[in-house]
T-cell receptor, first 113, second 113 residues
Framework: DAGVTQSPTHLIKTRGQQVTLRCSPK?????VSWYQQALGQGPQFIFQ???????QRGNFPDRFSGHQFPNYSSELNVNALLLGDSALYLC????????????FGDGTRLSIL | GEDVEQSLFLSVREGDSSVINCTYT??????LYWYKQEPGAGLQLLTY?????DMKQDQRLTVLLNKKDKHLSLRIADTQTGDSAIYFC?????????????FGKGTTLSVSS
């Protein structure tokens, strides 16, 4: 039973560029959430997708956008990258019904030069 | 606003019990979680407790919840060197259509032999 998978594992970009990160949820899960974890901090909620729509959003600018596909996989897009966007980006999946816990992938380490 | 606080560091000897503490602010949280993060990895769900429970035990792990004081603790019995990691407490924030996790900054557990 595959868990949450994310790609790529590492990425290096320069300021002003755009990036797309990908996530495949755990088998059977229909909800995907994205989190940003800066060095030495806890994860911060970016947004959550269910039925291909953004259902809830944290305190992140519009430069951060996402998408969920019919197979429940998801993408996180970040435009006009800033040095402060350097972080570990974590994807979590869950079942919408019954307040099921969120299961995390290993993340994508994004470095901005 | 929402805020989850944890002590930053705990050091124990192998075989001792470890107790990691957490305070949260939102009394309406339905579930409270403990996650473990090893170096270079994502978050591993350890256990979670529903807000109307006082205690939950799962093998070496015991979670205690004091809802009046908004205090959550994780006790690890017979701590092993493999338990060395960062432990995150999280509360669930249920929005209009989704659920975000609010994390503390994490407690680094160091186990010496």
């Amino acid at each position: 039973d595959a868990g949450v998978t994310q790609s790529p594992t590492h990425l290096i970009k320069t300021r002003g560029q755009q990036v797309t990160l990908r996530c495949s949820p755990k088998s059977g899960h229909d909800t995907v959430s994205w989190y940003q974890q800066a060095l030495g901090q806890g994860p911060q909620f970016i947004f959550q997708y269910y039925e291909e729509e953004e259902r809830q959003r944290g305190n992140f600018p519009d430069r951060f956008s996402g998408h969920q596909f019919p197979n429940y996989s998801s993408e996180l897009n970040v435009n006009a990258l800033l040095l402060g966007d350097s972080a570990l980006y974590l994807c979590a999946s869950s079942l919408a019904r019954g307040s099921q816990p969120q299961h995390f992938g290993d993340g994508t380490r994004l470095s901005i030069l | 606003g929402e805020d989850v606080e944890q002590s930053l560091f705990l050091s124990v000897r192998e075989g001792d019990s470890s107790v990691i503490n957490c305070t949260y602010t939102d009394s309406s949280s339905t579930y409270l979680y403990w996650y473990k993060q090893e170096p270079g990895a994502g978050l591993q769900l350890l256990t979670y407790i529903f807000s109307n429970m006082d205690m939950k035990q799962d093998q070496r792990l015991t979670v205690l919840l004091n809802k009046k004081d908004k205090h959550l603790s994780l006790r690890i019995a017979d701590t092993q060197t493999g338990d060395s990691a960062i432990y995150f407490c999280a509360e669930s924030m249920v929005g209009q259509a989704g659920t975000a996790l609010i994390f503390g900054k994490g407690t680094t557990l160091s186990v010496s032999s």
